[in-house]
């Protein structure tokens, strides 16, 4: 069943949603799975546990390149054929990559969903270029046409702290793209802290892409907020 608005509503009434401005991407783009890849891509020299495909697209006028990770199932969905298995989609938040997902993924694989986990332009291992409008409308967006390329219809979407008013913002934009949507919030009564990622994978994860040849363009886009300025309808 897809989102209602009065669904999405109700989750803006619990937690708010952010707007975001104006914004432009081509919804045509390129997906490849490089056999060979920089070992500093796009800033980022850490190793993922699976391979990095690339969705390359034009936003704002500029050339850009999205890591992101698309994992085959392990075994069958009960009520899906194998050849179109349930998708689910994971969305870290503003200070984690796609690969802190790693035992989400696991998890989900087992039970029988493909997932895709794309690194948020700006972030790891995607282009950070150094004037961009990031917004959740056009993260949002882009996140949308990066599933119009690898022809996804509808997904579970699963959004982890910044990326939770994102997952929203996304919601309230593209209801009939999502089947399911869980919010994994950074506070509450469980110590998700403690839970999540090992601290010393986090933090050479990080400390990786400050330190990485792109580090000054990656400062800049952690530093913009994304909820400046509100109030601007999306555009495709």
């Not at 952010?18 to 783009?29: D, E, I, K, Q, R």
């Not at 939770?164 to 793209?177: E, H, I, N």
């Amino acid at each position: 069943m897809k989102l209602s608005i009065q669904s999405i509503m109700s989750l803006m009434a619990m937690g708010g949603v952010v707007t975001g401005l104006t914004t432009n991407s081509t919804p045509a783009g390129v997906i490849t799975t490089p056999s060979h890849l920089p070992l500093d891509l796009n800033g980022s020299n850490f190793t993922y546990p699976y391979p990095i495909n690339l969705y390359s697209f034009t936003s704002q006028s500029a050339a850009l390149e999205m890591a992101f990770l698309d994992v085959p199932p392990r075994r069958p969905r009960h009520g899906y054929p194998p050849v179109d298995p349930p998708v689910a989609l994971l969305l870290h938040g503003k200070n984690f990559c796609s690969v802190t997902w790693q035992s989400t993924i696991q998890v989900l694989t087992r039970t029988g969903y493909r997932v895709i986990a794309p690194d948020q332009i700006g972030f790891c291992k995607s282009s950070k270029p150094d004037d961009y409008q990031f917004s959740l409308a056009q993260l949002a967006l882009n996140t949308r046409n990066l599933l119009d390329a690898l022809d996804i219809k509808s997904v579970t979407l699963i959004g982890h702290s910044l990326s939770g008013m994102l997952s929203t913002r996304f919601a309230l934009l593209y209801p009939d793209r999502v089947d399911r949507l869980v919010l994994i919030n950074g506070i509450g009564l469980e110590d998700y802290i403690a839970a999540g990622p090992a601290y010393d994978v986090w933090a050479r994860m990080l400390a990786d892409v400050y330190a990485g040849s792109r580090r000054e363009a990656f400062v800049r886009a952690q530093a913009r907020p994304f909820w400046r300025r509100r109030g601007a309808k999306a555009s495709t």
